[in-house]
C-alpha cells in the first residue's frame, strides 16, 4: 500500500513509453534480422526477393508475438 502512496504519474507515464519503444524495438528488430536471413536465402538461391519478403513477414509476426508474450500487450 505504501508504494501505491508513493506513485507518481510521471512515474505510471515512463513506464508506459518504456512498454511502447519495447514493442517498436521488437517488431523492428525481427524484421530486420529474419529480413535480413532472407535475404541471404535470396543471395544463395538467386530468387529476386522473395526470401527477403517472407523473412520480413515472419520476423514481424515472430516480433508480434514476442511482443505480446512479453509486454502482456
Known amino acids: 500500500m505504501a508504494d501505491d ?3 507518481s504519474p510521471r512515474r505510471d ?5 518504456n512498454a511502447g519503444w519495447a ?3 521488437y ?3 525481427g524484421m ?3 529480413g535480413f536471413f532472407g535475404w541471404l536465402v535470396d543471395r544463395w538461391l538467386a530468387t ?3 526470401g527477403l519478403g517472407i ?3 515472419v520476423g514481424a509476426a515472430l516480433g508480434c508475438y514476442l511482443t505480446v508474450k512479453r509486454l502482456g500487450a
Open 27 to 29: 517488431l523492428l528488430s
Open 48 to 50: 529476386d526477393g522473395i
Open 13 to 17: 507515464e515512463a513506464q508506459g513509453v
Open 32 to 34: 530486420l534480422v529474419w
Open 5 to 7: 502512496e508513493n506513485r
Open 55 to 57: 523473412g520480413a513477414v
Open 23 to 25: 514493442a517498436v524495438s
